[in-house]
C-alpha cells in the first residue's frame, strides 16, 4: 500500500492534481477489477479446486483464491499465495471461509504485506 500510495501522489503532484487519502484508495479496492483466469489454463490442483467451473470459463482472480484456500491442496495454496496481491485482499474480504481456511487465506496475506 505505500508503494501504491508513493506512485499515485507522484501521478498526481506531476500533473497538478488533488492527491487522493489514504481512505479513499482503500474504499476503491475492493471494486477495481483483477485479472481473471481461464480454468482450463491453470495447473490441475487448481483446476480441482474450481471444481464447478468447465474449462472454458473465465474466473476473477479473487475467486480463484477463495476456491483454492478453501477447497484446494497445497499446490493450490500456493499458486493462490502467488496471485497478485489486490486479488488476495478482494479474496480474504469475500463471506463463506471455512474457519481453518480463512485462517490460511489470512496467514498469506499477512506474510505478502497485504
Request: hydrophobic letters at 45%.
Amino acid at each position: 500500500m505505500r508503494t501504491l500510495m508513493h506512485d499515485i501522489q507522484t501521478f498526481c503532484v506531476e500533473r497538478a492534481m488533488n492527491v487522493p487519502s489514504r481512505a479513499t484508495l482503500y474504499k476503491l479496492l475492493p471494486g477495481l477489477p483483477v485479472p481473471a483466469y481461464r480454468v482450463g489454463d491453470l495447473p490441475q490442483s487448481v483446476q480441482d479446486a474450481l471444481y464447478n467451473q468447465v474449462p472454458d470459463a473465465l474466473v476473477p482472480g479473487h475467486q480463484v483464491a477463495y476456491y483454492c484456500f478453501n477447497y484446494g491442496n497445497s499446490r493450490a495454496v500456493s499458486f493462490a499465495a502467488g496471485l497478485p496481491w489486490l486479488a488476495l485482499y478482494q479474496a480474504v474480504r469475500l463471506p463463506g471461509y471455512r474457519k481453518k481456511s480463512l485462517g490460511l487465506a489470512l496467514a498469506v496475506s499477512a506474510a505478502i504485506g497485504v
